[in-house]
């Protein structure tokens, strides 16, 4: 196991998919490496289930910070196509949380998931001793929808189109501008590029995206640039299809401040987290299609390349086939002062 961030895929079939409990004939997808959500068929309805653990930074105000970890809670799910209609979630918070900062916290969530037509059905709250910001709980997140009509980050076929949505590194950049200005300030960026990355961390935002493209077209696959950024989810996506990903990284949307933020930081932006933004893997014959759907959300998306035959990606000359080191982490340990 990696000292940070998430299990590798050897880690996930030696230790963890050999023992997943009981099997039931109810579960139509069950824990795989490289699709962040599983599937149930009830009968013919289906319910697409994905679990992450909440990030509460106060740093940014508790209702922005509500809203933030809401938003990657519920990306899982949508990755499938499918709107998230329900959420699960509990809060193991620090003492020192008073009502008025808890009241905050979710009256974002709140707001944001009666926005997304997405109903709270059960949690838990409590103050523990030893909780710690910023990892305070975990969320489900759940979307009923038909089991047969489900987008798989596995699905991507030979033949298929690569969007891009946002561009590389939004999240990361715009995190470490809202909780670092006066660092990156020091290190030579300019008040108006550090304000601008930090904007972006309120578009780091997929939801609604995932959505229209799935009603726009055929999509073959869908996945979130999380931890690994987007070259590690084009290295997922290409090793669960058993497909091989070409990617043109100059053709990718790229968001003003962004790649600022990263060079004072010496990380690169194709390979730090970035949740918001998405890959897709689609049919030429549906491609337009979806670029318009996105497109009209006031999202920026582009083709930035093609899935063939044969396995690993092909980025800036170079051959990967497992997912990079998450340079993100050490990063926020570097300004958080924590090395």
Request: net charge negative; aromatic share 6%; with cysteine.
């Given at each position: 196991?990696?000292?940070?961030?998430?299990?590798?895929?050897?880690?996930?079939?030696?230790?963890?998919?050999?023992?997943?409990?009981?099997?039931?004939?109810?579960?139509?997808?069950?824990?795989?490496?490289?699709?962040?959500?599983?599937?149930?068929?009830?009968?013919?309805?289906?319910?697409?289930?994905?679990?992450?653990?909440?990030?509460?930074?106060?740093?940014?105000?508790?209702?922005?910070?509500?809203?933030?970890?809401?938003?990657?809670?519920?990306?899982?799910?949508?990755?499938?196509?499918?709107?998230?209609?329900?959420?699960?979630?509990?809060?193991?918070?620090?003492?020192?949380?008073?009502?008025?900062?808890?009241?905050?916290?979710?009256?974002?969530?709140?707001?944001?998931?009666?926005?997304?037509?997405?109903?709270?059905?059960?949690?838990?709250?409590?103050?523990?001793?030893?909780?710690?910001?910023?990892?305070?709980?975990?969320?489900?997140?759940?979307?009923?929808?038909?089991?047969?009509?489900?987008?798989?980050?596995?699905?991507?076929?030979?033949?298929?189109?690569?969007?891009?949505?946002?561009g590389p590194a939004v999240e990361t950049a715009g995190l470490f501008a809202s909780l670092y200005p006066e660092q990156l300030g020091e290190r030579g960026l300019a008040p108006e590029t550090v304000a601008d990355a930090a904007d972006g961390l309120d578009e780091a935002r997929l939801v609604r995206d995932a959505v229209a493209a799935a009603e726009a077209?055929?999509?073959?696959?869908?996945?979130?640039?999380?931890?690994?950024?987007?070259?590690?989810?084009?290295?997922?996506?290409?090793?669960?299809?058993?497909?091989?990903?070409?990617?043109?990284?100059?053709?990718?949307?790229?968001?003003?401040?962004?790649?600022?933020?990263?060079?004072?930081?010496?990380?690169?932006?194709?390979?730090?987290?970035?949740?918001?933004?998405?890959?897709?893997?689609?049919?030429?014959?549906?491609?337009?299609?979806?670029?318009?759907?996105?497109?009209?959300?006031?999202?920026?998306?582009?083709?930035?390349?093609?899935?063939?035959?044969?396995?690993?990606?092909?980025?800036?000359?170079?051959?990967?086939?497992?997912?990079?080191?998450?340079?993100?982490?050490?990063?926020?340990?570097?300004?958080?002062?924590?090395?």
């Amino acid at each position: 196991m990696p000292d940070r961030g998430k299990i590798d895929p050897a880690f996930f079939a030696e230790r963890i998919a050999p023992r997943l409990g009981a099997e039931r004939n109810d579960v139509a997808l069950g824990p795989t490496a490289g699709v962040d959500f599983g599937l149930l068929n009830l009968d013919g309805t289906g319910l697409a289930v994905a679990t992450d653990p909440i990030s509460v930074l106060p740093e940014l105000g508790f209702e922005r910070a509500g809203r933030f970890a809401l938003h990657v809670a519920l990306s899982d799910v949508a990755v499938a196509g499918v709107a998230p209609s329900h959420l699960a979630i509990s809060f193991s918070l620090p003492e020192s949380v008073g009502d008025d900062e808890f009241d905050a916290l979710w009256t974002g969530i709140h707001e944001e998931c009666e926005a997304l037509g997405t109903s709270i059905v059960t949690g838990h709250t409590a103050r523990y001793p030893g909780a710690e910001f910023p990892w305070v709980g975990a969320a489900t997140a759940m979307g009923v929808c038909d089991p047969e009509t489900v987008v798989r980050p596995d699905g991507a076929r030979p033949g298929d189109r690569l969007l891009v949505t946002r561009g590389p590194a939004v999240e990361t950049a715009g995190l470490f501008a809202s909780l670092y200005p006066e660092q990156l300030g020091e290190r030579g960026l300019a008040p108006e590029t550090v304000a601008d990355a930090a904007d972006g961390l309120d578009e780091a935002r997929l939801v609604r995206d995932a959505v229209a493209a799935a009603e726009a077209g055929d999509v073959s696959a869908m996945h979130d640039a999380t931890e690994g950024g987007l070259l590690g989810a084009c290295c997922e996506m290409a090793a669960s299809a058993g497909v091989r990903f070409e990617i043109d990284a100059a053709a990718a949307p790229t968001r003003s401040g962004v790649a600022a933020v990263c060079d004072v930081l010496g990380i690169d932006p194709w390979t730090v987290t970035s949740s918001g933004t998405l890959v897709l893997a689609v049919p030429p014959a549906d491609a337009a299609a979806v670029r318009r759907a996105i497109d009209a959300r006031g999202t920026p998306v582009a083709e930035v390349g093609r899935v063939v035959e044969g396995s690993g990606v092909r980025f800036r000359d170079e051959e990967w086939t497992e997912p990079p080191r998450d340079e993100s982490w050490d990063a926020y340990a570097e300004l958080a002062g924590t090395e």
